[in-house]
């Protein structure tokens, strides 16, 4: 019913940036939050920045005042600016959403999209 289609990872210098994207297709659902998610090989899933309904944003104290997460709600798109970028940023980065249908809740994941920081 709901898929998310992610993009815009790539290979950046240190301080360097990058903006990802992640549109949601599907009809018959409200978003309640849509976030970002990174992980490196042999850890686990950890939140980067999400943004829920009402616009309210958190992230990752490792990327407050660097990253920025932001929507397009006309679109169902979610982006993340990445500035100031680091290594220790390289990841799999996933959208996720979080949402409900006239069935109920659901959660759903991008298929991810890399980025990495070279030194």
């Known amino acids: 019913q709901v898929q998310l289609v992610e993009s815009g990872g790539g290979l950046v210098q240190a301080g360097g940036s990058l903006r990802l994207s992640c549109a949601a297709s599907g009809s018959l659902y409200v978003i309640d939050t849509m976030g970002w998610y990174r992980q490196i090989p042999g850890k686990q899933r950890d939140l980067v920045a999400s943004?829920?309904?009402?616009?309210?944003?958190n992230y990752a104290d490792s990327v407050k005042g660097r990253f920025t997460i932001s929507r397009d709600s006309a679109k169902n798109t979610v982006y993340l600016e990445m500035n100031g970028l680091k290594p220790e940023d390289t990841a799999l980065y996933y959208c996720?959403?979080?949402?409900?249908?006239?069935?109920?809740?659901?959660?759903?994941w991008g298929q991810g999209t890399l980025v990495t920081v070279s030194s």
């Open positions: 996720n959403l979080k949402g409900l249908t006239y069935l109920g809740a659901f959660e759903i």
């Open positions: 943004i829920i309904r009402g616009g309210t944003t």
